[in-house]
């Protein structure tokens, strides 16, 4: 799928997405994301919560699966989020880039480093559970 | 720190936190807690979306952190989350249960399982990396 | 499967296999091995290797997918496998229980506790792929 | 510490080592080993086993860890490792390239991907618990 076709399908499914993460570019092997920044995001000390670090890399993620696996991903869930937190993001938006580390019939496995400015704040690996094809 | 010992420090630091975690028993070497159910954290298919189990693992992990070392790690920061997914929980009530695996001076080390009635959702593993004493 | 039928199953393909693990106990959600001590485990420190342990949990949770599944899980392959290491295991035998959390068609996952004596040194959790069923 | 350095500390701790992993390049942030083939390291299928590529991942994380910490990381002990297994790694030598993710003074946490020939087989993430300094 390309980006327009990403942001039609999120947009029938999750009106508010844009609220949370935008794609910034689509590569061959991986995918740009931005968190904009917004104070819902913070916690205690002025940083950037945990969930949010974790949820941004989620979508990073399914996106890259959608991306390459096409629109039967939709439903695609996750199977499992392993996620390491680097350095304490500061009150910024956030990058993310995820790449595909191997494409399956079951298994989509993805790399994510998430940036706040030049900083490399976390680093996840996300595996997507796949929809059974006939 | 005591149940509500703990529910003083939330009650101070995250006025809302009742709406997402209920400190539901403490033992000596777990903490159960409840997350009430809210559309808020549905997504698409009905279920209850990944973030947010995410967030109430960290949670879990984080009461039972500052239970077992006091309130000075109430700055103690996620160093490392992983969680499996395992079944899709229906939109209702979760419970989880957390337990200590590894109390350190540095870090501490939680296993979490995330209930949906009857059905084990989740099972996460946390670290939290806890302020330096002097 | 029984464990008289993993042992004749680990015979055929393993030959010295209860070098490495010998399985204590199979209940109806979990099974028990014991790694015997071996000088060829230790690591500099006088404590047993980091990947020892890695094996034996992997060792643990293919037990008892095999016990869930049935022989058609022999060519069953680790897709994931987190290790928490929580204190320095003693050159002493060791033992772990391992237990199901999920056996999906496609996916079995299990949680790893292992024990050196009576300290829990170290906690896993492994997925294992199931080999496509016709 | 340079190559000849990490060297020679291990032939000092681990005689054989060099029958396990071999460093072919050192640069600012990350490091590349090989892992000689040999048939020790195969399993059922003639694929080579998931204990010697955590091992593998281990390894390289660790001699990461000491060019960049010096020999007061000699006694560094893993806290954790990740892995996420890609596809099955034909019987020839392997390749890893584990790159700095973060060094604090406490935790030092490494991403290593696995390559045998042209495949990426695997993935890890890898945190090592640095010894407390003065």
Not at 50 to 63: E, L, R
Request: net charge neutral; with cysteine; charged share 15%.
């Amino acid at each position: 799928m390309t980006i327009p076709e990403i942001e039609a399908l999120m947009d029938q499914h999750f009106p508010d997405w844009r609220n949370f993460s935008q794609i910034i570019a689509l590569g061959v092997q991986d995918i740009t994301l931005k968190m904009p920044f917004h104070k819902r995001l913070l916690r205690a000390g002025g940083t950037i919560s945990g969930p949010a670090m974790m949820a941004f890399a989620d979508t990073a993620a399914y996106y890259l699966t959608l991306a390459h696996v096409g629109p039967t991903a939709a439903s695609a869930a996750t199977a499992n989020l392993d996620i390491h937190f680097l350095s304490r993001p500061r009150p910024i938006d956030m990058t993310c880039v995820a790449r595909v580390l191997r494409l399956g019939r079951r298994l989509a496995v993805s790399a994510v480093d998430i940036h706040s400015g030049d900083d490399l704040v976390a680093h996840a690996t996300v595996t997507y559970a796949l929809p059974p094809t006939k």
